[in-house]
């Protein structure tokens, strides 16, 4: 079968941190991701830390050997990630770190610090060139010049616009400044269902534009103002968000796929991934709240090639539950949508050769 290499070690429910972190080590040196780093390079480990309160995000303990691993080859590791474009905890570097640090990923527990890049709220910025279907030229986080290496470390979710959530999002969303963000969800445009909001204006506050506001007791989105983020839609604990779901979701994925390539042929042939599919979670861990678990344990896969690890990483989680991941979270969203453009760019190769680590 023509295709790339994508190694995998299952993972069993509660299994040991220190049997976790071998199959780490192991599928690191298996897809020689090691091989993408030399000697005194900046390498940068992106990593999403979670929302404060999320509880599903990647385990610190699970990803410390790569710090390790980044050392002995002499690499400068240290944990990376972006400002969000939603008025969470994680929407300014001071607060993010806090975050960061409350969830596990300090320099004693992990032996790497952590750099938010992109600035203090997110809006500096690099452009990187592209040959897409919507773009010429990606707006990135401006330190990704500065850095030699990426490791992609991606907790494997569900997501209410994109449908999944992996290596894929993790780069385009995960690494794109705000305008990038911004540009994204340009296309996603919600509306509010009076008839289940309960006035509680928890959408108001996460509204990055103030475009939300109440009329007679229920919120009102000001289309003329929104941004299109799809916060709200996470934010409401009463369904009251809706959105044109098949108009805009392919387009976002798409989107998001380019400044995945933008970035990623920036730095060819110098990054490797890692996708976990271990609390694989309806929603992506944006959440601050417990988020609902559909397949708690399944495994770990690295590959150079984002495309085969994310195909191969929706094709184990079919496998293992029976449907695909958007029937068990969003049944009318179609994550394919984004492996199909990565595809159609270049990115990588649908076709993989899944090789497990005994």
Not at 297 to 315: E, R
Request: hydrophobic letters at 35%.
């Amino acid at each position: 079968m023509i295709g790339s290499d994508v190694y995998f070690a299952p993972v069993s429910e509660n299994e040991a941190v220190e049997s976790i972190q071998e199959k780490v080590v192991r599928l690191y040196d298996a897809a020689g991701i090691g091989d993408c780093i030399q000697e005194n390079d900046l390498v940068g480990l992106k990593i999403h830390f979670g929302e404060k309160g999320n509880t599903t995000h990647i385990c610190p303990d699970y990803v410390k050997p790569v710090v390790d691993l980044v050392k002995l080859r002499k690499g400068n590791p240290f944990w990376i990630d972006t400002n969000t474009l939603y008025n969470g905890q994680r929407a300014v570097t001071p607060n993010h770190l806090r975050v960061a640090e409350e969830h596990g990923f300090t320099i004693e527990r992990t032996g790497a610090p952590v750099v938010i890049i992109g600035g203090l709220t997110g809006n500096d910025a690099c452009l990187l060139p592209v040959k897409g279907k919507y773009y010429e030229e990606v707006s990135v986080a401006l330190d990704l010049e500065r850095i030699n290496s990426l490791v992609i470390l991606s907790h494997a979710t569900g997501h209410m616009v994109s449908g999944f959530g992996g290596a894929l999002k993790n780069v385009g969303m995960g690494l794109s400044s705000r305008r990038g963000k911004l540009d994204q969800h340009s296309d996603v445009k919600p509306f509010v269902r009076e008839d289940k909001c309960r006035g509680c204006t928890v959408c108001l506050n996460w509204c990055p534009v103030q475009a939300i506001a109440m009329h007679d007791k229920k919120a009102r989105i000001d289309g003329e103002l929104c941004i299109g983020c799809g916060e709200c839609l996470a934010a409401c604990r009463y369904k009251a968000i809706g959105f044109n779901w098949s108009a805009t979701s392919q387009v976002l994925q798409e989107k998001m796929v380019e400044y995945t390539s933008g970035i990623l042929r920036s730095k060819a042939g110098r990054f490797g991934l890692m996708n976990f599919l271990i609390n694989v979670t309806k929603d992506c861990d944006c959440l601050g709240t417990p988020n609902e678990i559909l397949a708690p344990a399944i495994g770990i896969l690295a590959s150079k090639d984002p495309v085969a690890i994310d195909a191969a990483s929706l094709d184990l989680f079919r496998k293992h539950c029976g449907k695909t991941l958007c029937e068990s979270s969003y049944p009318h969203l179609d994550s394919e949508h984004q492996i199909k453009h990565a595809v159609e760019l270049g990115l990588g190769n649908r076709e993989y050769r899944l090789v497990e680590i005994a």
